[in-house]
């Protein structure tokens, strides 16, 4: 899983590193046990400086989202379960959710549309777990 | 850690035309700084007086702590320089051109010599008359960061250069430069050809007329420059009713601002005059560049 580099989105560019490898996660696309490019060539990859690559991962590691073992490189923690607290994880949220906020009021979207894009996004997330989960329970 | 390089009020004229302005900036270790600037705008002349190859008439130099001018020795075996034309003995080959230039250093790396030669695909035997511009370019970065200094100061790196060549190659020899320390090795490129370092770039000053009018982070940078597109219905209004936006454009129905941190306000005054959509997106770093050479608003 290579991440894709917006720099016209305005969002710093170590977070959309981030922000895409959880949304990997989240959407079942990266599976806990999968490696993890290097800091090396995912920087060669994406053309970016190597310290902006290694601090995306420092910070999905802080996270726990990511583990590194010594020697072999990084992968995505198995069970993803969040070693942050539960109040520290909705601020975290509140936080990007204030942006989508802001970004729809900007956009003309109202808050009604808003909440229903939500769970619309929220039924595909889903739908595309059951998907992956099917395809892997299908005999080969 | 202090920073590697410290430039305060640096002024400097070459007869009556003045090169440098009070230029002023800072470039922590392991940090990778651009520095743009149109031909003329004063980029070399700010490399030169780093390098104690110019005095400048006023203001102070600092490279590692030091006065470049007073420990010349100390600074310069900290660090490497690519000027934007590498003059080499044409007598020599590949081979010895390198040779001849790690016997100035305490330390070479065999290693990323060899990796880069055949990463680049140059023969060790060619002479260096026969080569191209861009593997001239190539030959000098090898030696730059085979010698593994602190500090790479690179001047017009990739200008002459095959513009598919170029992105690919920035990329190698920056990430092997960076590979062995990358807290502690610096990049200093001065270039007016900034998409290819975007993604590379940590920190940059935008010089013009020998005057630094721009010095931000990147990411911050982006982050603060915007465009915000509105279109109407009917013909747009006129965009000089918006103060803070930087420079727009208007064709017809559409209105273009560019704000600078202002975003949220001017978003504001656009959405009060009714359009039918708004759309806003960050400038890249070379859309920054060229807003912030320009000035402030080109009217319609």
Redesign the interface.
């Known amino acids: 899983m290579v991440p894709h580099i917006n720099f016209k989105s305005g969002v710093p560019v170590y977070l959309q590193i981030v922000q895409q490898v959880k949304a990997a996660a989240a959407g079942g696309t990266l599976r806990p046990g999968d490696p993890l490019p290097s800091v090396r060539s995912l920087a060669e990859e994406l053309r970016i400086n190597r310290n902006t690559a290694a601090r995306a991962y420092s910070e999905l590691e802080a996270e726990g989202v990511i583990e590194t073992r010594q020697g072999a490189g990084c992968y995505l923690k198995a069970n993803g379960v969040s070693p942050l607290r539960r109040t520290v994880r909705s601020d975290r949220l509140a936080e990007e959710l204030d942006a989508v906020i802001v970004q729809a009021h900007h956009l003309q979207v109202g808050d009604d549309e808003l909440l229903e894009l939500l769970r619309e996004r929220l039924r595909e997330f889903r739908e595309r777990l059951a998907q992956r989960q099917r395809v892997e329970a299908a005999p080969h | 850690m202090s920073p590697v390089i410290d430039l305060r009020e640096l002024t400097h004229r070459y007869g009556r035309t003045e090169a440098l302005h009070g230029l002023s900036l800072t470039v922590e270790p392991?940090c990778?700084y651009g520095f743009f600037g149109r031909n003329g705008a004063g980029k070399t002349t700010a490399i030169k007086c780093l390098l104690n190859l110019l005095r400048p008439a006023s203001g102070s130099v600092s490279v590692f702590g030091m006065d470049p001018a007073r420990h010349e020795a100390a600074v310069k075996s900290r660090l490497a320089y690519v000027p934007d034309f590498v003059a080499f003995y044409p007598w020599m080959n590949v081979r010895e051109a390198l040779d001849y230039q790690s016997s100035f250093r305490v330390r070479w790396n065999r290693d990323t010599e060899a990796m880069l030669l055949s990463r680049f695909g140059l023969d060790v035997r060619q002479p260096v008359s026969g080569l191209s511009k861009g593997q001239r370019t190539q030959l000098a970065l090898i030696g730059a960061i085979s010698a593994e200094p602190e500090l790479l100061v690179l001047d017009e790196p990739t200008s002459g250069l095959d513009p598919l060549v170029r992105?690919e190659f920035i990329?190698?020899v920056?990430?092997a430069y960076?590979?062995a320390d990358?807290?502690r090795r610096t990049v200093f490129v001065s270039t007016h050809l900034i998409t290819?370092f975007?993604?590379?770039?940590?920190r940059f000053t935008v010089l013009e007329q020998g005057r630094a009018v721009l010095t931000a982070g990147?990411?911050e940078a982006?982050?603060k420059f915007?465009r915000l597109r509105a279109v109407f219905e009917g013909d747009a209004p006129s965009g000089a009713e918006f103060r803070g936006a930087k420079s727009f454009r208007r064709d017809g129905r559409t209105l273009e601002l560019v704000v600078n941190g202002d975003g949220?306000r001017v978003?504001e005054q656009l959405?009060s005059c009714g359009p039918r959509?708004?759309?806003?997106?960050?400038?890249?770093?070379e859309e920054i560049f060229l807003t912030s050479v320009r000035g402030g608003g080109n009217a319609s």
């Open positions: 392991g990778c992105r990329q190698t920056i990430g960076q590979e990358p807290g290819e975007e993604g590379l770039i940590d990147a990411d982006r982050s915007r949220d978003m959405r959509t708004v759309e806003t997106e960050s400038l890249t770093l």
